[in-house]
């Protein structure tokens, strides 16, 4: 246990002070320092009456009122530190921090400042003059309240974590019984804890009776956890294995204890865990690098190009500097997608439902494209890889062994012999005996038929669930008398009343049920229980046990003891048989893993769970391969930082990992560079489900701390979501690429038209306007389009693709730039066509740059069609099965004739009406993007590989 850290008083606090410090005169108790930090305390190494004497209290009256307000005004309150959420301006600026957005900025500014400082004189009006820097601003604008709306940054995990913690806790003060608010707890206080409650503080316990926690949030461990306060442990006991300690945040499922403070607030198990993550720092997915990085390449180049063309034209051609500052400006605005942001922004957000129809619910938006290439997905086992119900698998009964399907929760599965024929009269009793467990309620469900909700212990819903499966559990006989389980007994027995008779039935640990045994059934009679019998069933018992099953024994009673007594009905036992209990996997997840094996994805499993469970678990699931390296978290506590890494390739389970050991594992990933995923539930997975690249939370079993610090939450808390959710992933990256070079070639084609008009000192073709029109309607609505196109038919066939992969390979590259050649040489000869190189005729210059706009605005609607495959016919691929992209460019027909039509938008386009023929010319000249693209694919096509 971490030592607390105190300040002496609410008025100037010193750093880093010790209890120890403050208070010697409490330390009576002598209790040994964690191995490797002396400063923590293994409390959980200590008897108990030294860590009583340890924080002078007593277990009989506890502290008086009068000390424990003395400590608290001196430790404080027994509450988790948290850090205040981001400020609306902050997630703002978060925002527009992109290179491309300020660039867009910037772009907006300068176009501003020439309005003002050298005004065009034929703009009269706020928007004529304006109109550019307004709208580059306005999607600057559109991309941060679409950031804002659809991404919740403001980080609530550690309010998560408040809620776990208990409001009001039951203690001795001054040796009475009282009820205070958890955060009045200091270390010292005598708590006492009944079934229900949750633990308020970090607990040495004193003394238990029949004392289980659960523990699965803090720990990993799939069932509540018996807990001794006599337990002899090391300083060094793995979290999980400190049977003498109750942890804050977790929940009391059977008996009572008490136990005395040790550690409150931050210096608790669970403030250690909240520490962890408020140190954790996000860092940029892949895709948003890959954005950065080529956003500083695009803006560069622009403004290369537009300096070479300033230089140019004012140099070579003899044009005036303010024109040619004009045009560079101009071709630096042609040159940038403006609608790429807001375009990434919206694809990711359409990706979050599409992911959602799936069961991914998306929190941050690159997740939705960072699973697309995900090496490495850290899984836990429990309820992900399994179902998270403790499943009868197995039966022994009268020499035989059956095996039982279906799943944890399912009312029917076939019971079939697994080695033997075994006599039905043999697996009949064993159904039956199991249908008397007491600890739990299992009721079928009214909303799902052939499926059963269970409420109790987990291993009596088990067996009640096996006598649904073998239809012995009709009408429940009155019980009569019964003896519970405890953890020193291993034993349970229920008395019942069946037809007039009273029998007994016991479940309990082999062994102790054999003990108590003298007869067996077998055949459907009961004979003397031999020697050979008894080894012949420790055996079974002992392998079934190496198969990772909790293995129980039952047995009958039917003549009542001569005293009469509850007691008198555990002994001379007839011994029935034995079931193996598991979590079994889930029916999908073999396949799940195959598939993601296939594309290239490793799965490891980290659990808090035993290391032979979470063997046999990998072995069933496929998980398992020759070579693989199986660790526990005390082998990762041993291996250094650069021994770990190098293992990381091999390592395929580790158990009994806690939230420091998935933390080192995602960090070693990492500086390996491999992009990786982490799942998990509990309270001990948030640290490293918010390290990961891609963090997922189970949205059943998994607790608010661990949603908050996720990027995914899995609605069915199933890992062949993930994979699905990889599945989709890849066809948004696939799709980003597609829009990407759609909008870069495109724009390349405006580029090198006003870079050629201006070389060759013509009149300028396109106007900023128009250069805006393009970039933001006529293209960006096709763009958006291409971001829903359907997905690859096989798009897990393939490995993943790495990170640092650029977003726009060399090949990429020169085909944008040959497609955006073959454009403006369409619209240059168009507008040379018209006579718009020298017009001075202001009707004749409009109606050339009026082709031309229209050129540029409808050649890249047809071109839309090549980019949703690079080598796949427009024909093979379906001219209608992206029918989003048809309403697209329907829409931004209809936009460009307002621009060339419509009388009132002349002034603002500088349009004029086109003729018929006119019309036919630029459709014409459009259209021969697609046939172009598509003779270029059949040469693609017959290629050799």
């Known amino acids: 246990m971490p030592e607390p850290e105190r300040p002496q008083g609410p008025e100037e606090p010193p750093r880093s002070v010790t209890l120890s410090q403050i208070m010697p005169a409490y330390l009576g108790g002598v209790v040994p320092p964690m191995p490797g930090n002396p400063k923590r305390r293994a409390f959980h190494a200590a008897p108990p009456r030294?860590?009583?004497?340890?924080?002078?209290?007593?277990?009989?009256?506890?502290?008086?009122?009068?000390?424990?307000?003395?400590?608290?005004?001196?430790?404080?309150?027994?509450?988790?530190?948290?850090?205040?959420?981001?400020?609306?301006?902050?997630?703002?600026?978060?925002?527009?921090?992109?290179?491309?957005?300020?660039?867009?900025?910037?772009?907006?500014?300068?176009?501003?400042?020439?309005?003002?400082?050298?005004?065009?004189?034929?703009?009269?009006?706020?928007?004529?003059?304006?109109?550019?820097?307004?709208?580059?601003?306005?999607?600057?604008?559109?991309?941060?309240?679409?950031?804002?709306?659809?991404?919740?940054?403001?980080?609530?995990?550690?309010?998560?974590?408040?809620?776990?913690?208990?409001?009001?806790?039951?203690?001795?003060?001054?040796?009475?019984?009282?009820?205070?608010?958890?955060?009045?707890?200091v270390p010292g206080d005598i708590v006492m804890l009944d079934e229900g409650d949750k633990v308020s503080a970090d607990l040495r316990l004193v003394s238990a009776a029949d004392l289980e926690i659960e523990e699965a949030a803090l720990t990993g461990e799939s069932v509540p956890v018996s807990k001794d306060p006599m337990a002899a442990l090391e300083p060094g006991a793995a979290l999980a294995d400190r049977a003498s300690m109750a942890f804050m945040g977790t929940r009391v499922t059977r008996g009572r204890a008490r136990g005395v403070v040790v550690s409150t607030g931050m210096h608790t198990e669970l403030g250690s865990i909240a520490g962890m993550l408020a140190k954790v720092e996000e860092e940029p997915t892949p895709l948003q690098r890959q954005l950065e990085r080529f956003g500083k390449d695009i803006v560069i180049g622009c403004i290369a190009v537009s300096a070479i063309v300033f230089i140019a034209g004012w140099l070579a051609a003899g044009q005036r500097p303010r024109e040619m500052f004009l045009v560079a400006v101009s071709l630096a605005v042609a040159a940038i997608p403006e609608g790429l942001p807001a375009i990434t922004t919206i694809v990711l957000a359409l990706g979050t439902q599409r992911m959602a129809r799936r069961n991914a619910l998306v929190r941050k938006l690159p997740a939705v494209e960072t699973l697309g290439c995900a090496q490495i997905v850290c899984t836990d086992k429990t309820g992900t890889l399994t179902q998270n119900a403790m499943t009868v698998r197995r039966l022994w009964a009268g020499g035989a062994t059956w095996e039982?399907?279906?799943?944890?929760?399912?009312?029917?599965?076939?019971?079939?012999?697994?080695?033997?024929?075994?006599?039905?009269?043999?697996?009949?009793?064993?159904?039956?005996?199991?249908?008397?467990?007491?600890?739990?309620?299992?009721?079928?469900?009214?909303?799902?038929?052939?499926?059963?909700?269970?409420?109790?212990?987990?291993?009596?819903?088990?067996?009640?669930?096996?006598?649904?499966?073998?239809?012995?559990?009709?009408?429940?006989?009155?019980?009569?008398?019964?003896?519970?389980?405890?953890?020193?007994?291993?034993?349970?027995?229920?008395?019942?009343?069946?037809?007039?008779?009273?029998?007994?039935?016991?479940?309990?640990?082999?062994?102790?049920?054999?003990?108590?045994?003298?007869?067996?059934?077998?055949?459907?009679?009961?004979?003397?229980?031999?020697?050979?019998?008894?080894?012949?069933?420790?055996?079974?018992?002992?392998?079934?046990?190496?198969?990772?099953?909790?293995?129980?024994?039952?047995?009958?009673?039917?003549?009542?003891?001569?005293?009469?007594?509850?007691?008198?009905?555990?002994?001379?036992?007839?011994?029935?048989?034995l079931v193996g209990i598991v979590d079994p996997p889930r029916p999908e997840i073999a396949a799940a893993v195959a598939q993601a094996s296939q594309a290239g994805i490793r799965t490891v499993m980290i659990t808090g769970d035993h290391p032979a469970t979470a063997r046999a678990v990998a072995r069933e699931v496929g998980l398992w391969a020759e070579g693989d390296v199986a660790i526990t978290g005390a082998d990762v506590d041993n291996l250094d930082q650069q021994r770990l890494e190098a293992m990381t390739q091999r390592i395929r389970v580790v158990a009994r990992a806690t939230a420091a050991h998935k933390l080192r594992i995602v960090d070693a990933l990492k500086a390996r560079g491999i992009v990786c995923a982490m799942t998990g539930d509990g309270v001990n997975d948030a640290p490293a489900v918010k390290a990961a690249h891609i963090g997922v939370a189970m949205g059943r079993a998994g607790t608010e701390v661990t949603k908050e610090a996720a990027d995914l939450v899995l609605a069915d808390d199933n890992y062949a979501t993930i994979i699905a959710a990889v599945e989709e992933g890849r066809a948004i990256y696939a799709n980003i690429r597609k829009f990407i070079y759609f909008l870069l070639s495109s724009n390349a084609g405006i580029v090198l038209m006003v870079l050629a008009a201006s070389l060759f000192a013509w009149n300028a073709p396109l106007t900023p306007i128009q250069i805006l029109w393009i970039n933001l309607i006529t293209n960006g609505l096709p763009a958006l389009a291409l971001g829903v196109d359907p997905r690859d038919p096989e798009p897990m066939a393939a490995a993943p693709r790495a990170p640092g992969a650029r977003l726009m390979p060399p090949a990429s590259w020169i085909s944008l730039a040959i497609v955006g050649a073959i454009m403006a040489a369409a619209s240059l000869w168009v507008f040379a066509w018209a006579g718009g190189p020298?017009?001075?005729?202001?009707?004749?210059?409009?109606?050339?740059?009026?082709?031309?706009?229209?050129?540029?605005?409808?050649?890249?609607?047809?071109?839309?069609?090549?980019?949703?495959?690079?080598?796949?016919?427009?024909f093979k691929l379906g001219f209608f099965t992206n029918r989003p992209l048809w309403g697209a460019i329907l829409v931004g027909l209809g936009l460009q004739a307002l621009a060339v039509y419509v009388p009132a938008l002349h002034p603002v386009f500088k349009t004029t009406n086109l003729s018929g023929r006119d019309v036919g010319v630029v459709v014409a000249l459009s259209a021969a993007m697609l046939v172009l693209g598509e003779v270029v694919k059949v040469f693609l096509r017959a290629r050799p590989r």
């Open 838 to 874: 020298k017009a001075t005729d202001p009707a004749a210059l409009a109606r050339a740059r009026t082709l031309a706009f229209s050129v540029l605005a409808i050649a890249p609607m047809f071109h839309a069609f090549n980019c949703r495959s690079a080598s796949a016919s427009i």
């Open 404 to 577: 039982v399907g279906g799943g944890g929760r399912d009312a029917a599965g076939a019971i079939t012999p697994g080695d033997a024929s075994g006599a039905e009269a043999d697996l009949a009793l064993v159904v039956h005996a199991a249908s008397h467990a007491s600890g739990a309620r299992v009721t079928p469900r009214a909303d799902e038929p052939g499926r059963l909700d269970a409420s109790g212990d987990p291993t009596d819903a088990a067996l009640l669930v096996l006598g649904w499966k073998g239809k012995r559990l009709g009408r429940q006989p009155t019980v009569t008398g019964e003896v519970a389980f405890s953890s020193a007994r291993r034993l349970a027995t229920v008395v019942v009343d069946e037809d007039g008779r009273q029998v007994a039935y016991a479940r309990g640990a082999p062994e102790v049920v054999l003990g108590r045994s003298t007869h067996i059934e077998e055949h459907g009679a009961s004979r003397p229980l031999t020697d050979e019998d008894r080894q012949r069933i420790g055996a079974a018992a002992a392998a079934w046990g190496q198969d990772a099953m909790r293995v129980l024994a039952l047995a009958v009673r039917r003549t009542p003891p001569a005293e009469g007594e509850l007691a008198g009905w555990e002994q001379g036992l007839s011994f029935v048989g």
């Open 50 to 185: 030294a860590v009583v004497a340890y924080w002078a209290s007593s277990t009989d009256a506890g502290l008086t009122p009068a000390e424990a307000e003395k400590r608290l005004g001196r430790l404080g309150p027994n509450k988790l530190e948290e850090e205040p959420p981001p400020t609306l301006l902050r997630r703002l600026l978060a925002q527009v921090s992109d290179f491309t957005v300020l660039a867009l900025i910037a772009a907006a500014l300068i176009a501003a400042g020439l309005s003002i400082f050298a005004p065009d004189p034929s703009h009269t009006t706020f928007l004529g003059r304006f109109g550019d820097s307004l709208a580059i601003l306005l999607i600057v604008v559109l991309n941060a309240i679409l950031g804002l709306v659809q991404e919740q940054r403001a980080e609530r995990a550690l309010a998560a974590l408040r809620d776990l913690t208990s409001p009001v806790a039951r203690v001795l003060r001054g040796g009475q019984t009282a009820l205070v608010p958890a955060q009045a707890l």
